[in-house]
């Protein structure tokens, strides 16, 4: 009986890897958030591709700039990037971080201290 409880108990370790992936891997894939800004209203999109810890892909502006995702991580449901933007000939990082669900992304950025926005994303149903 002990040994049965604790082969289980291994199976049970060994497979939690397995869904962490599983659930990472699900996140793949076109997110997009409505921004508006004055009597202006677009569409930022994330593009994101999870594989272990690591988070690659694209974010894209309403005004059609689009960033790669640099420094990108993910622990638990907690994820984190960075994003180099050229304003004004000058280069700077925009931070991201946020919580992810099954069916949505909540982010919030800050750049050189200071906080911007909090957008939603959804998942792009193809």
């Given amino acids: 009986m002990n040994r049965i409880l604790r082969l289980l108990a291994a199976a049970a370790l060994l497979s939690l890897p397995v869904l962490a992936f599983t659930q990472e891997s699900n996140l793949n894939g ?36 689009t960033w790669k995702i640099e420094h990108g991580k993910v622990d638990g449901n907690r994820i984190t990037f960075d ?31 200071r906080a911007g926005r909090t957008m939603t994303f959804q998942r792009v149903k193809d």
């Fill in 30 to 65: 076109r997110w997009t958030a409505t921004l508006k800004k004055g009597d202006r209203t677009g569409t930022a999109v994330l593009t994101i591709s999870i594989s272990a810890k690591e988070v690659t892909g694209t974010l894209s502006d309403p005004s059609g700039q």
């Fill in 83 to 113: 994003v180099t933007a050229h304003e004004h000939g000058t280069a700077k990082i925009i931070h991201f971080f946020g919580q992810m669900a099954e069916e949505s992304i909540t982010l919030e950025n800050e750049s050189n201290g």
